[in-house]
């Protein structure tokens, strides 16, 4: 089972933007397709989006379309997930998830990282 570590995250202002790294370790990182969530106060873990194994295809959540980019470097063992125009109600930790099928069901899914807060004030 691959074990996730991400970082990146900390405090901004509104309109910021934030790149956050999950570096891989412990498994085959380009089997797996990768997933990036967040979960705010009070709220359950919501999707954001994922990465194929290769990198060639990426979904997002509706919410985010636009906002956020999610992309991988295989050779370090790293999925990122950049996000532009920062806004108060993205406050929320950040994770990471690996999943050899690419399915995003998160009571299912078994390798998640730590997370990390985002912090955004207004």
């Known amino acids: 089972q691959v074990q996730l570590v991400e970082t990146g995250g900390g405090l901004v202002q509104a309109g910021a933007s934030l790149r956050l790294s999950c570096v891989a370790s412990?498994?085959?990182?380009?089997?797996?397709?990768m997933g990036w969530f967040r979960q705010a106060p009070g709220k359950e873990r919501e999707f954001l989006a994922a990465i194929n194994g290769r990198g060639t295809g990426t979904t997002y959540a509706d919410p985010v379309q636009g906002r956020l980019t999610i992309s991988r470097d295989n050779a370090k063992n790293t999925v990122f997930l950049k996000m532009n125009s920062l806004k108060p109600e993205d406050t929320a930790v950040y994770y990471c998830?690996?999943?050899?099928?690419?399915?995003?069901?998160?009571?299912?899914?078994?390798?998640w990282g730590q997370g990390t807060q985002v912090t955004v004030s207004s």
């Open positions: 998830a690996a999943d050899p099928r690419g399915r995003w069901v998160i009571g299912d899914l078994t390798s």
């Open positions: 412990g498994g085959t990182f380009s089997i797996y397709h």
